[in-house]
């Protein structure tokens, strides 16, 4: 009898619980996102943002003259690998928190894997706004002239 289905009509038989993964595979998915992570860290590690030529600019910046929130993020990535956590934090403080942030969920993704717990995100709107709010701020500070220290 196919799961779901009773041996008379209307009969519900629950269905039979699915098999639990192997460590390995409730690891497949965290630690390929993490490698994936790393190379391209190691990537901007060994290609130099500040030299011109290896990356395309920002179109914002390009042809507004206005940076936009990511403005910087490769030169802070690059300095980040290179462990210059103050220069990180000068061409890019908000990428430099998204890495901290990213950091604490993989290692609970990670934790919660071995453990064989699934990984759920439900991000409520109220936080989706209150992330659009903080990235239209930065924005805003860090294109007028008392919020120059942000500005890459």
Excluded: K
Excluded at 87 to 102: C, H, T
Excluded at 109 to 123: D, E, F, K, Q, T
């Amino acid at each position: 009898m196919p799961p779901g289905h009773g041996p008379w009509p209307g009969a519900y038989v629950p269905a039979a619980p699915p098999a639990p993964r192997s460590l390995v595979r409730r690891l497949s998915v965290p630690v390929g996102v993490l490698a994936g992570v790393v190379a391209a860290f190691a990537y901007v590690g060994a290609v130099d943002p500040n030299e011109p030529g290896h990356y395309p600019v920002c179109p914002l910046l390009r042809f507004t003259g206005v940076y936009c929130p990511g403005c910087g993020g490769l030169r802070s990535a690059h300095a980040f690998a290179h462990g210059d956590l103050q220069a990180a934090l000068g061409a890019n403080a908000l990428a430099v928190v998204g890495y901290g942030i990213f950091a604490v969920v993989m290692v609970v993704w990670l934790i919660r894997a071995v453990r064989g717990v699934p990984m759920r995100i439900a991000v409520s709107p109220a936080w989706w706004w209150g992330i659009g709010a903080v990235l239209a701020l930065f924005t805003l500070v860090r294109n007028l002239p008392f919020g120059s220290a942000l500005a890459p």
